[in-house]
T-cell receptor, first 113, second 113 residues
Framework: GENVEQHPSTLSVQEGDSAVIKCTYS??????FPWYKQELGKGPQLIID?????GEKKDQRIAVTLNKTAKHFSLHITETQPEDSAVYFC????????????FGSGTRLSIRP | DAGVIQSPRHEVTEMGQEVTLRCKPI?????LFWYRQTMMRGLELLIY????????DSGMPEDRFSAKMPNASFSTLKIQPSEPRDSAVYFC???????????FGSGTRLTVV
């Protein structure tokens, strides 16, 4: 089955700097890659997603890139702000699934003032 | 819409007792997912439903766990008997076929003592 690995597990960056979180997946037929942000005491919230027919997608300060050949995708946050501090999860939907997605292990991002 | 609603928010119970967690998905969503989150194992998919029918329960850890979805607006996850190792945050999420993105509830923090 699909396996999603996420790195790093913790990340601390200076406010205003960029943060990058990387994920790899195992199922070459996976076709959908969402990213979730989880704040303390809340459920994960979808922040951006990308489909396998697209290489990059941007939404204001966040962007995702996908390399299908390498089975690798990344989240980029620019001009980080204190409210970006949270746990971020990448995920992948296996090609065999109509809806089930598999989550990575999460990255705890801390923004230093 | 009020989003995905879970109850209770917190549950403390004694080992051996029955625990029932409840979820109301977003109206119109046809997929419902139950996840368990722990520090050690991250986000684990327990079971998911499509149009009230269980599709994949391979993540349910033991026969002590059961889930039902009697109608499109309500689902329960039951643990009987509960054990200390069941302590975790349990999330319910719903989605609409074709849109792929999940909406998570705020979770139920279960503590079994």
């Amino acid at each position: 089955g699909e396996n999603v690995e996420q790195h790093p597990s913790t990340l601390s960056v200076q406010e205003g700097d960029s943060a990058v979180i990387k994920c790899t997946y195992s199922d070459s037929a996976s076709n959908y890659f969402p990213w979730y942000k989880q704040e303390l005491g809340k459920g994960p919230q979808l922040i951006i997603d990308i489909r396998s027919n697209v290489g990059e997608k941007k939404d204001q300060r966040i962007a995702v890139t996908l390399n299908k050949t390498a089975k690798h995708f990344s989240l980029h946050i620019t001009e980080t702000q204190p409210e970006d501090s949270a746990v971020y999860f990448c995920a992948a939907r296996p090609g065999s699934s109509a809806s089930k997605i598999i989550f990575g292990s999460g990255t705890r991002l801390s923004i230093r003032p | 819409d009020a989003g995905v609603i879970q109850s209770p928010r917190h549950e403390v119970t004694e080992m051996g007792q029955e625990v029932t967690l409840r979820c109301k998905p977003i109206s119109g969503h046809d997929y419902l997912f139950w996840y368990r989150q722990t520090m050690m194992r991250g986000l684990e998919l327990l079971i998911y439903f499509n149009n009230n029918v269980p599709i994949d329960d391979s993540g349910m850890p033991e026969d002590r766990f059961s889930a039902k979805m009697p109608n499109a607006s309500f689902s329960t996850l039951k643990i009987q008997p509960s054990e200390p190792r069941d302590s975790a945050v349990y999330f319910c999420a719903s989605s609409l076929a074709g849109t792929a993105g999940y909406t998570f509830g705020s979770g139920t923090r279960l503590t079994v003592v």
